[in-house]
């Protein structure tokens, strides 16, 4: 099977814009959850998505959105971009939803850089 | 603030010894797991402990919790260059949180 995609690898904005990063999970898997990665604050739960439904959300700021397609496919939302929302943008595809000692599988990562 | 916490922070060990993590959370848990991280790319799930296990083993890896003490501990044996990453611990919380909280990781380096 394949892994999970994530695409684009990498993407320069400007502080002000908005960016949609976007995950294909592995065949079958039903949940998408999305983190961030910076050095400063480790690495941050996003939020969750498991038969396009949001069912967990962290601590991040409504600028940060997403949704989920019937494919499982999953999209994830900045809009108004700051400085500090440069990132490696994970997301991770699981059988079902995380939290029940699910194994999830990590995309390579999206590197976002605001200018 | 982060739930789980590596120590050390870096590690530095030549080929053929052993590795030793260890990772202290606050809360109660459901599982804890233990990932490997490549520099900037993504995760590769290791290792996941229950609350009610002690020990578990793959490989070369050996993975403790002690729900007491609110801690856990990852060994590698007779390491390779090629373990050479960063190694995260994630813990989910008793009680229905499904929000995973990472620690900042141990830089592992095992020179060849």
């Known amino acids: 099977k394949a892994g999970v995609t994530q695409t684009p690898r990498y993407l320069i904005k400007t502080r002000g814009q908005q960016v949609t990063l976007s995950c294909s999970p592995i065949?079958?898997?039903?949940?998408v959850s999305w983190y961030q990665q910076t050095p400063g604050q480790g690495l941050q739960f996003l939020f969750e998505?498991?038969?396009?439904?949001?069912?967990n959300k962290g601590n991040f700021p409504g600028r940060f959105s997403g949704r989920q397609f019937s494919n499982s496919r999953s999209e994830m939302n900045v809009s108004t971009l700051e400085l500090g929302d440069s990132a490696l943008y994970l997301c991770?595809?699981?059988?079902?939803?995380?939290?029940?000692?699910?194994?999830?599988?990590f995309g390579p990562g999206t590197r976002l850089l605001v200018l | 603030s982060q739930q789980g916490e590596e120590d050390p922070q870096a590690l530095s060990i030549q080929e053929g010894e052993n590795a030793t993590m260890n990772c202290s959370y606050k809360?109660?848990?459901?599982?804890l797991q233990w990932y490997r991280q490549n520099s900037g790319r993504g995760l590769v799930h290791l290792i996941l402990?229950?609350?009610?296990?002690r020990e578990k083993h793959s490989g070369r890896l050996r993975v403790t919790l002690d729900t007491s003490k609110k801690s856990s501990s990852l060994l590698i044996t007779a390491s390779r260059a090629a373990d050479t990453a960063s190694y995260f611990c994630?813990?989910?919380?008793?009680?229905?949180?499904?929000?995973?909280?990472f620690g900042r990781g141990t830089s592992l380096i095992v020179h060849p």
């Open positions: 991770a595809s699981s059988l079902h939803q995380r939290g029940t000692g699910e194994t999830q599988y």
């Open positions: 065949s079958g898997h039903r949940s």
């Open positions: 998505y498991f038969s396009e439904t949001q069912r």
């Open positions: 809360t109660s848990i459901n599982n």
């Open positions: 402990i229950r609350s009610n296990e």
């Open positions: 994630a813990t989910d919380a008793e009680g229905g949180s499904y929000i995973p909280t």
